[in-house]
């Protein structure tokens, strides 16, 4: 539930800031995806991209997308974001077999997928949240 409320201080940090202005959207491009990076989160996951998917309904004039990477987790993780994969159609999900530890890969993997203008990232692992921020896209 911690890395929900920070991403969701995070939202509003940047909306408050001026990083996200409706006004001057591109044309089809929405500004934001939602991202998380998470490796061994079995216990948390479901309750995680419960969340993201809630914030993301909330925000869905902003938000773009909702992509959640597996870095690589030895626990259930994996297959836990597969069903839930097939429970929120609209979450884009993609499980990384190796963990490098750095999240460097993970990082690039989770770009990729992102359509948002601006990606909004949050990592948690292991039980730990390690950090929130915004990326914007060239």
Known sequence: MWPMFA?????????VGGAIRPHRRRPGVRDMSVCLIVHNEAERIEGLVGELV???GDMRSCVADVVVVDDGSTDETAAL????GRRHPGVKILSRSDDTGDGRYALDAACALCGG????????RSG???GVSGHPIP
């Not at 203008?117 to 948690?124: E, H, S």
């Open 128 to 130: 730990q949240v390690c």
């Open 117 to 124: 203008a601006l990606i909004l990232l949050g990592q948690a």
């Open 81 to 84: 974001l597969a069903r839930l």
């Open 54 to 56: 809630h914030l993301a």
């Open 7 to 15: 991403l969701t201080g995070a939202l509003i940090a940047l909306l």
